[in-house]
Each structure stands twice: as C-alpha cells, then as structure tokens.
C-alpha cells in the first residue's frame, strides 16, 4: 500500500504555467510506475503522463505532449509534473498514481490514487 499526495494546484491564466509535486510514503517508490490522470468537471478521467520506474522513459497524452513533462525523485519519493503553455480545457483535477509494478508506461495501469489537487486554467 501506498500514500500519495498532490500539491501545487491552483488558478492560472492561459498561457501560464503550474509544477505540481505528488509526494509517495513507503521505501518501495523507486520500484512504482507512477503517473497523472485528470478528470475535468462532466468528463471521465484520462490518461496524462506515466513514468518508468527509473525515470528514463515517459509517455504522454497528445493533448499535452510538448507542454508538459513528468519526472521523478525516487531519493525524495517524489514525482512532478511541469505544465507549460497551459489552456483552458487543462482546467481539471490532476491525480496522482502509482503501479506497484515494474512495466512500460504503455502497460501502466493506475492501481493507488491520491485525492487530486485543482487545477483552473482561465481565459
């Protein structure tokens, strides 16, 4: 089992740029497939970034490839995600997630959450 926290969401303009932090408990981080999903109000939640255990490979969804990166810390249990030219349709709950396995991030499949941090993108 397995602990996540988000922080650094908040209100932006477009254009604008947020870093959130997912902080994760326990000694077996740097085993973990982590990644970011987002659920906008009235929509389902959907794929954003994943993360290889040892940081060296990501995938992205196309909405938001080429502005925004994922990368982790496993000495800090921490992963990130720096969104840049951010537009309103961003405007969701971004979660944190971990796969307690050691995969490609085209097999990551999202087992522990954390509670979601806001994110508001205005125009």
């Known amino acids: 089992q397995v602990q996540l926290v988000e922080s650094g969401g908040g209100l932006v303009q477009a254009g604008g740029s947020l870093r959130l932090a997912c902080v994760a408990s326990?000694?077996?981080?740097?085993?973990?497939?982590m990644g970011w999903f987002r659920q906008a109000p009235g929509k389902e939640r959907e794929f954003v970034a994943a993360i290889t255990w040892t940081g060296n490979s990501a995938r992205y969804a196309n909405s938001v490839r080429g502005r925004f990166t994922i990368s982790r810390d496993n000495a800090e249990n921490t992963m990130c995600l720096e969104m840049n030219s951010l537009k309103p349709d961003d405007t969701a709950i971004y979660y944190c997630?971990?796969?307690?396995?050691?995969?490609?991030?085209?097999?990551?499949?999202?087992?522990?959450w954390g509670q979601g941090t806001q994110v508001t993108v205005s125009s």
């Open positions: 997630t971990a796969d307690p396995r050691k995969v490609p991030t085209t097999a990551f499949a999202a087992t522990y």
């Open positions: 326990g000694r077996t981080f740097s085993s973990y497939t």
